[in-house]
């Protein structure tokens, strides 16, 4: 389809979904095509900016998978069940997280959700000896590495949970995964006062592949990896991989850079946001020791 096919541009005085019905003329064959009439759409400013990139992360979500994104077992920060308030309350502050697995035996033995919050009574409870972590705690919610973000998404909200245990095909635990996460993939980043910028840009996946955000700075990714890539032209491993494609990446573009392989993980038409990286297995033990 070219900008030829398109009708001429509709008045400002018509509502958005005349504007779009005008736009949408001819059949829309796949997700790609659809995309495409997008980004001519916003071009004509009939969508703007924020819009496009909102209505582009909704589509790409419901292709990717929760091991896209989850944070990996060995980030994983949890509290034992046998744990007593004075073992689990400088695990909670320090991590400053909202929610927190709760583990038996072993870390493969998720036995329940702790909320912070629900710590709180303890501050005005002298005699803490009374206090047992399976009076408070919720129900884990568990999805395989597999399941579509979108189906995620809308189990999450039936469910009214904040937070699922992502397990392996072993029922071992992989990692977790959280609606923010899942919301972040459509809207762009959500930050939050408690957001540790440097901890969360590079997850591990295994012993030679992980997640990196696109804003990680070339500083710091030649930091963990031991790279040399050079920082005088960009500032971010996005604006590297960018300039080596020579045009913004759709999902699942790879590209190999050195001894690195940079797969588009979420892009919109401005950006490149979530990348998979995977090197060779002795860089990545180079990687795995800084």
Do not use: W
């Not at 919720?138 to 979108?150: G, T």
């Not at 540790?196 to 997850?203: C, Q, S, T």
């Amino acid at each position: 389809m070219t900008d030829d096919h398109l009708p001429p541009h509709p008045p400002l005085t018509l509502t958005l979904m005349e504007r779009l019905r005008d736009v949408f003329t001819d059949s829309i064959a796949d997700s790609e095509e659809l995309i495409r009439v997008l980004r001519k759409a916003q071009r004509r400013k009939v969508l703007d900016n924020d819009a496009l990139s909102i209505i582009e992360g909704a589509l790409q979500v419901a292709d990717m998978q929760v091991r896209d994104i989850m944070v990996p077992r060995s980030q994983v920060i949890t509290v034992n069940a046998s744990d007593s308030p004075q073992d689990i309350l400088p695990v909670v502050i320090e991590a400053q997280h909202s929610r927190f697995p709760v583990i038996g035996e072993s870390i493969d033995d998720v036995v329940g959700i702790l909320l912070a919050k629900d710590l709180l009574p303890l501050a005005l409870d002298r005699d803490q000896r009374k206090f047992d972590i399976k009076d408070v705690m919720r129900p884990a919610y568990y999805v395989p590495e597999s399941k579509r973000l979108n189906v995620l998404l809308k189990e999450f909200r039936e469910n009214r949970n904040h937070m699922a245990i992502v397990i392996d095909e072993y029922g071992d635990l992989a990692g977790l995964c959280s609606i923010e996460d899942v919301l972040e993939q459509i809207v762009g980043e959500i930050e939050d006062e408690h957001d540790i910028e440097d901890e969360a840009f590079i997850k591990q996946l295994d012993n030679h592949t992980f997640t990196v955000k696109a804003l990680t700075t070339v500083d710091d990714f030649n930091e963990h990896f031991g790279s040399d890539f050079p920082t005088e032209e960009f500032d971010t491993i996005g604006g590297v991989v960018l300039s080596n494609f020579g045009h913004i990446p759709q999902r699942d573009e790879h590209i190999i850079i050195g001894n690195f392989n940079f797969r588009i993980l979420n892009a919109d038409n401005r950006q490149i946001r979530l990348l998979h990286v995977s090197i060779s297995h002795a860089d990545a033990a180079t990687a795995h020791e800084l």
